[in-house]
C-alpha cells in the first residue's frame, strides 16, 4: 500500500562561513504511520577529500551515533513526538539532534508517495549519498 512520505538530506558543512556541504545522511519518515528511518555514510573518504581538515575519527563518531539515535526512535516516540509537534520530519529531526551551530545541518524536507519505507530509505540514501562516494572510487 502506498503512502505519504518526507525526507530530509543530513549535510556536513565543515565551515559555517563558506556553507559549503557534503551529503552524508538521509531521514525518511511516513505520514500516515508513526515511522522513520535513517541511514548514514560510514565512508569518510569523499567528506575527507572535499575537506582535508575533517577529524576522521571525530565525524564517524558523529555519524555512528546519529545512526544509532534514529535507530533507537521508535513508533511510540514517533506518536509522542507528533502529539506535540505535528507531522513534520523537522519535529522528529529535532527530537533527536536539536537545532545548533554544529556542522550537520539538514535540507528542506521533501515529500511524495512511496511503498515501503526501506526500500524508500535505500534509494534515497543511494541517490543523494552512495552514488557520489562510488563516483569516487572510480
Known amino acids: 500500500m502506498d503512502g505519504r512520505y518526507s525526507y530530509s538530506i543530513t549535510r556536513y558543512v565543515h565551515d ?8 552524508v545522511g538521509v531521514v525518511v519518515a511516513l505520514c500516515e504511520e508513526p515511522c522513520v528511518a535513517a541511514k548514514f555514510t560510514m565512508d569518510h573518504r569523499r567528506v575527507k577529500g572535499a575537506f582535508p581538515g575533517l577529524d576522521v575519527e571525530v ?3 558523529r555519524m555512528l551515533r546519529l545512526q544509532a539515535c534514529f535507530d533507537a526512535v521508535d513508533a511510540a516516540r514517533c506518536s509522542e513526538v507528533r502529539a506535540r509537534e505535528g507531522l513534520p520530519i523537522e519535529a522528529l529531526i529535532r ?16 515529500s511524495g508517495v512511496c511503498g515501503s519505507l526501506p526500500v524508500l530509505l535505500e ?8 552514488r557520489h562516494e562510488l563516483m569516487r572510487r572510480r
Open 95 to 110: 527530537s533527536v539532534l536539536p537545532v545548533e551551530d554544529s556542522a550537520l545541518h539538514w535540507s528542506p524536507a521533501v
Open 16 to 23: 559555517i562561513e563558506t556553507g559549503e556541504f557534503i551529503n
Open 123 to 130: 534509494a534515497v540514501y543511494r541517490r543523494f549519498i552512495a
Open 59 to 61: 565525524f564517524l563518531m
